[in-house]
T-cell receptor, first 117, second 112 residues
Framework: GAVVSQHPSWVICKSGTSVKIECRSLDFQATTMFWYRQFPKQSLMLMAT?????????EQGVEKDKFLINHASLTLSTLTVTSAHPEDSSFYICSAREGDRGLIGYTFGSGTRLTVV | KNQVEQSPQSLIILEGKNCTLQ??????????LRWYKQDTGRGPVSLTIMTFSENTKSNGRYTATLDADTKQSSLHITASQLSDSASYICVVGGQAGTALIFGKGTTLSVSS
């Protein structure tokens, strides 16, 4: 089945630094990538949607200059949290969708636990 | 407003018992409904996917039902195991290619 690899699985960084999270589709071409954030005991919240080769579409309230998304290839998307602050500490999850896989197309990564100290 | 609501918020059952989780949605247009299992600190894993024309779908000990008229779904877990302890999330898909809409999940704890 489709596999999405997300790295790192956890990261601790100092306030003010930037962190990059990678999401790779291992056996299919991800035409669309979704990035979610999940706070404890909360549902996944969509941050942005990106199509390969295009600028990401950000949800209302998500700062595009703070959460930089790159989807330069059909198998790789990255989320960079710039100038991270403690309030950015959260669980970040990517989801990849293959264009012609219909309903089956959404596959989630295993998530990245970000802690900003 | 497109919403997915789940109940109960949390549930504790004894190993071997059955349980049923509920999901109500107001997503329109409706394309499909999914149930995911999410272990703590991990990404969601798909259990079932149903379109509006499907009433039930099973995956081992998991059976999902869908009533597209009343916009309700349920996930029934049979003969629960300790490894079933997780968050179960109901997710609804709208228009093709758009992001999924997530419920807040039901936290299931199975004890021995």
């Amino acid at each position: 089945g489709a596999v999405v690899s997300q790295h790192p699985s956890w990261v601790i960084c100092k306030s003010g630094t930037s962190v990059k999270i990678e999401c790779r589709s291992l056996d299919f071409q991800a035409t669309t990538m979704f990035w979610y954030r999940q706070f404890p005991k909360q549902s996944l919240m969509l941050m942005a949607t990106s199509n390969e080769g295009s600028k990401a579409t950000y949800e209302q309230g998500v700062e595009k200059d703070k959460f930089l998304i790159n989807h330069a290839s059909l198998t790789l998307s990255t989320l960079t949290v710039t100038s991270a602050h403690p309030e950015d500490s959260s669980f970040y999850i990517c989801s990849a969708r293959e264009g012609d896989r219909g309903l089956i197309g959404y596959t989630f990564g295993s998530g990245t636990r970000l802690t900003v100290v | 407003k497109n919403q997915v609501e789940q109940s109960p918020q949390s549930l504790i059952i004894l190993e071997g018992k059955n349980c049923t989780l509920q999901c109500n949605y107001t997503v329109s247009p409706f394309s499909n409904l999914r149930w995911y299992k999410q272990d703590t600190g991990r990404g969601p894993v798909s259990l079932t996917i149903m379109t509006f024309s499907e009433n039930t779908k099973s995956n081992g000990r998991y059976t999902a039902t869908l009533d597209a008229d009343t916009k309700q779904s349920s996930l029934h877990i049979t003969a629960s195991q300790l490894s079933d302890s997780a968050s179960y999330i109901c997710v609804v898909g709208g228009q093709a290619g758009t992001a999924l809409i997530f419920g807040k999940g039901t936290t299931l704890s199975v004890s021995s």
